[in-house]
């Protein structure tokens, strides 16, 4: 792990909240906030209300609002040069599941997979016990979809690797 991966999970706890998250398809966080002049444009293009302001009034993505449709209004309103339409995938974010799942704990519920649409959620029997649910990361999109509908909050979408969008307090 990086030093600067390392102070910014001291920093976010420091913040009392979760990592903040770019926008899909942000430059590197030094080359987003160096580009951004906080305009909003962004914020006020996505149609799911997915992207709010963060510390010091960057834009982030907050997963609890809506998930992100990919659709792109972000990147288009945006006039300065925060991010890169060009990127082969808009982000690395995954979805993982904690123990809070109520699943595990032989409550059927299952919204996450109900809603989730490349079917990366999918809950394995286990003999003489609960079903445990599995993220299968190559399907996942990271689009947040399966954070809104769960019920106690056990889902949540996080960078897979440290040269992310993740911003730094």
């Known amino acids: 792990m990086s030093t600067a991966v390392s102070r910014r999970s001291l920093f976010a706890r420091f913040r009392g909240g979760p990592a903040q998250l770019r926008p899909p398809w942000s430059r590197s966080e030094s080359e987003f906030t160096d580009q951004c002049t906080q305009c909003a444009r962004c914020i006020e293009a996505c149609p799911t209300g997915l992207i709010t302001p963060g510390h010091a009034g960057y834009p982030i993505v907050d997963f609890a609002r809506a998930d992100c ?28 599941i904690s123990n809070a799942c109520v699943e595990t704990k032989g409550v059927t519920c299952r919204m996450c997979e109900d809603i989730c649409a490349t079917a990366a959620i999918r809950f394995r029997p286990k003999l ?42």
Request: charged share 15%; aromatic share 4%.
């Open 128 to 169: 003489g016990g609960c079903a445990s649910p599995e993220v299968r990361l190559e399907d996942c999109t990271g689009c947040g979809a399966c954070v809104a509908g769960c019920p106690v909050q056990a889902i949540t979408i996080t960078p897979q690797n440290s040269s992310l969008q993740e911003a730094t307090p």
């Open 69 to 96: 449709t990919f659709c792109g209004a972000c990147h288009e309103a945006c006039r300065d040069a925060c991010f890169d339409p060009d990127a082969s995938h808009p982000w690395s974010l995954k979805a993982s």
